[in-house]
């Protein structure tokens, strides 16, 4: 039976001492841990945009399911150290999630605003008032990079983690089974 301290980290504490803390309760308050520090921007930083509400949505929907995907990937292989795997191999990851984010954010920047100067949208814009030509562009080239860009972010980085936790767990796939 699992046993969840919620708040008395000193019980947790000996316990953890004593080797009494199963690989599942630990994997409990890591997906705890991962939806609170996920869920504070909600609570804390309320967002500016839309774009920014659903860069959230969809970054915290990652981090839960692909936690818990994550798990069950360890879990193929030797079903050791999750916890411990996750938080070392998601430095090198974070860094090269990062990367290629920035390289994201160039690329589609540019070819966004390379749009701008295209005849057939210049016009579509002067033949709408200034404000919905103004609410237009903004959608376009504020609210469509960020949830780009923190797709191509998510997308990176569970699949690298994926990758990563499967050697470290060493989880056989395909014929070689």
Known sequence: MVKINFIN?????RR????KVPSLERFIY??????LVAAMPFYFLPAITN???AGDVIT??????GSVYLYTRNKKGDN???IERY?????????QSILVALVSTII?????YGVSYIPAFQKSLESMNETDAREYASRIFEDAPIILITLIFNVYFLLRMSASIKIAAGVITGAKK
Do not use: N, Q, W, Y
Request: charged share 15%; net charge negative; glycine share 2%.
């Open 80 to 82: 050791k150290e999750f």
């Open 60 to 65: 915290t929907l990652f981090m839960i399911f």
């Open 16 to 19: 953890f001492k004593a080797g």
């Open 9 to 13: 980290d000193r019980e947790l504490a």
């Open 51 to 53: 774009a920014e509400l």
């Open 87 to 95: 938080v070392s191999l998601a430095f090198p990851v974070l860094i």
């Open 30 to 35: 890591f997906m705890f841990s991962v939806i």
């Open 108 to 112: 589609i920047i540019s070819a966004l």
